[in-house]
């Protein structure tokens, strides 16, 4: 599974600006690294997880982990 970009540093956001990555506390998120269908925040909308969560050259990445055992996703 390829890594995802989950914040690039060099890159304006949808709000038109730039997070520096180094910057963003992943305190909380790291104890429910959910994956959601369109930041949608729903039980019904959670696709999976995010693991091996890294801050690497101005960039957030992480690997995927989909929830195959439920039927409607």
Do not use: Q
């Not at 696709?47 to 101005?58: F, H, Q, R, V, Y």
Request: net charge neutral; proline share 4%.
């Amino acid at each position: 599974m390829p890594r995802f970009i989950l914040n690039d540093e060099s890159s304006k956001n949808s709000y038109g600006f730039k997070i520096k990555t180094e910057g963003i506390n992943l305190n909380r998120f790291e104890g429910n690294p959910v994956m959601l269908d369109g930041h949608i925040n729903s039980t019904s909308h959670v696709l999976g997880s995010w693991k091996d969560i890294k801050k690497e050259d101005g960039k957030l990445t992480a690997e995927t982990v989909f929830d195959l055992k439920d039927p409607n996703r």
